[in-house]
């Protein structure tokens, strides 16, 4: 049976906005709850602590991210 971590959490703040993440490392992946967003990511050589910031902060522009206008390509001519 492979030993798990404890479930770790933490927190960016990002202009007075703090965003809140809850993870744990089972058999090599990292498990990670990031603002009701569920992750699983395989760790590799990378520290967890820089692997789940990483994560964090992509999350956080994701929803800052605002959608682009549409366009409209074609205008309605004249009726006939």
């Known amino acids: 049976m492979e030993a798990t971590s404890k479930v770790q959490t933490m927190e960016i703040s ?15 992946v990292l498990h990670a709850d990031i603002e009701g ?17 990483a994560l964090l902060a992509e999350r956080i522009m ?9 366009r409209r390509r074609f205008r309605p001519g004249p009726a006939h």
């Open 14 to 28: 990002d202009h007075g906005t703090v965003y809140r993440a809850k993870f744990y490392v089972e058999g090599g």
């Open 37 to 53: 967003w569920h992750q699983a990511t395989l760790c590799g050589h990378i520290p967890v602590g820089e692997l789940m910031r």
């Open 62 to 70: 994701e929803l800052k991210a605002k959608p682009l206008p549409l």
